[in-house]
């Protein structure tokens, strides 16, 4: 299997056109591999540009998964699953050998925002796009050689800093209150160093505050050759 997210990618914010998904398919097809589609944000797209058709039209064995936590609240543990015809069985099988549900709470909850879903998810882009406009503006104002592009979607930027220091910045960041996701969190085996993920599912005030503190926790990382004790091995918690 193959685990992708071609919608709002989850660090780097990327959305893949359709000519790639296109060619990633065809290619998994030849080698037998089914393509397990996570498919979590693609209902945060924050413009109003069309999306690219999802990746399971041009790969009809792939697996797409999804969940009420980014598209509607992060309290809501509730997810989906699509699966080929012929594997819906065998999907139920193995489900139900596991538990035999999610908590009824939640369900009910996301009952009631489906009943007013475009309302929902309306305000939930609405909030999510003025957080990331409010974290991107601060961010050019208080780092402006850190480079970033806002992407049309998701829930995070994926900055690239002047210098490969993403791991000492998410441990000298912690004496400011902050818990940041440096670059190699996010990597199979080491290596980028020179980037950071910044959520922004915080309201604007927060954000322009996180990225003050951010600014302070930059400015007062110690020589690389002088790094602290510890910097090398403490990885700040990552929050999906």
């Not at 998904?21 to 413009?47: F, I, K, Y």
């Not at 069985?89 to 050998?97: F, I, N, Q, Y």
């Not at 599912?201 to 951010?214: D, I, K, N, W």
Request: glycine share 8%; with cysteine.
């Amino acid at each position: 299997m193959a685990y992708l997210i071609p919608d709002f990618h989850n660090p780097t914010g990327a959305l893949m056109p359709a000519d790639q998904r296109l060619e990633l398919a065809a290619g998994l097809d030849r080698l037998g591999v089914v393509p397990v589609v996570d498919e979590s944000l693609v209902d945060l797209c924050l413009d109003d540009k069309p999306l690219p058709a999802p990746f399971g039209s041009f790969a009809p064995e792939a697996f797409s998964v999804g969940s009420a936590s980014k598209g509607f609240w992060g309290g809501l543990r509730t997810g989906w699953i699509r699966v080929p015809h012929h594997r819906v069985e065998e999907v139920t099988a193995a489900r139900l050998s596991l538990d035999l549900a999610s908590p009824p709470l939640e369900q009910l909850a996301l009952l009631e925002m489906l009943a007013d879903e475009a309302s929902v998810r309306r305000h939930h882009r609405t909030t999510i796009a003025a957080s990331r406009d409010a974290l991107a503006g601060a961010l050019a104002m208080a780092l402006p050689d850190w480079e970033l592009t806002p992407g049309r979607g998701g829930l995070s930027l994926w900055c690239r800093l002047p210098e490969a220091r993403s791991t000492d910045l998410a441990v000298q960041a912690e004496d400011e209150g902050l818990h940041l996701a440096s670059g190699p969190a996010f990597a199979a085996d080491g290596g980028l160093e020179h980037w950071l993920r910044l959520p922004h599912t915080q309201p604007p005030a927060v954000m322009t505050e996180a990225v003050r503190r951010l600014a302070r926790a930059w400015a007062a990382l110690p020589p690389a050759t002088a790094r602290r004790h510890g910097a090398e091995v403490r990885r700040a918690p990552v929050v999906a």
